[in-house]
Structure formats: structure tokens, C-alpha cells
């Protein structure tokens, strides 16, 4: 079993930056694919980025050239460094754990509030 917790959400004004970091419990953090995703008010989850064990890297378009995605396997950690904000930026942000080794599991955060003012 595999806990992930995230912290970093906040209020922030548009054009601001916040670091979203997640915790992973566990010791299949290394070989696992980490993924951030979000949910606005009224909305469905959404893709945001992803970083495999390999260290390839994946954007949505909609954050690509503002947010950057990265991995600590030395901290079971995972980051997500949003810059130029936008109100549309402003939802709830999953952290996700995945992989297929030893079987399939994929697992979930509780989520952070990131709300950016206009």
C-alpha cells in the first residue's frame, strides 16, 4: 500500500507561483510513473503532467511552458512548480502513483486547493 500526500496548495494572484509537493510512502516510488492532475469546481479531472521512472517527462497543453514536473526518488517526493498562474489554474491537485510491477496498482492523494485571484 502506498500513501501520497500533497502540500504546496494556496491562494495566490494571477502571474504568481506556487510548488506543489507530494510525499509517497512505500518503496516502489523509484520504478513508479508519478502524475499530477486536477479538478475544477463543476468539472472532470484532468491530466496535467506526468514523470515516468525513466525520467520522461509530459505536459498537458494547457500548463505546458508554465508548469514543471519533477521527482526526488531519494525523498519519495514529486513536484509540481506552477508559474504564471491563471484563474483557470485554480482547482483541487491530485497526486497519482502508478505502475505494473510487481502487478498493477495505481494510487491517489487526498488533493490540494490551489486558488489563483484575477
Known amino acids: 500500500q502506498v500513501q501520497l500526500v500533497e502540500s504546496g496548495g494556496g491562494l495566490v494572484q494571477a502571474g504568481g507561483s506556487l510548488r506543489l509537493s507530494c510525499a509517497a510512502s512505500?518503496?516502489?516510488?523509484?520504478?513508479?510513473?508519478m502524475a499530477w492532475y486536477r479538478q475544477a469546481p463543476g468539472k472532470q479531472r484532468e491530466w496535467v503532467a506526468s514523470?515516468?521512472?525513466?525520467?520522461?517527462?509530459n505536459y498537458a497543453d494547457s500548463v505546458k511552458g508554465r508548469f514543471t514536473i519533477s521527482r526526488d526518488n531519494a525523498k519519495n517526493t514529486v513536484y509540481l512548480q506552477m508559474n504564471s498562474l491563471k484563474p483557470e489554474d485554480t482547482a483541487v491537485y491530485y497526486c497519482?502513483?502508478?505502475?505494473?510491477?510487481?502487478?498493477?496498482?495505481?494510487?491517489w492523494g487526498q488533493g490540494t486547493q490551489v486558488t489563483v485571484s484575477s
Open positions: 514523470i515516468y521512472d525513466s525520467g520522461r517527462i
Open positions: 497519482n502513483c502508478w505502475g505494473s510491477y510487481p502487478t498493477s496498482y495505481d494510487y
Open positions: 512505500g518503496s516502489i516510488f523509484s520504478i513508479s510513473t
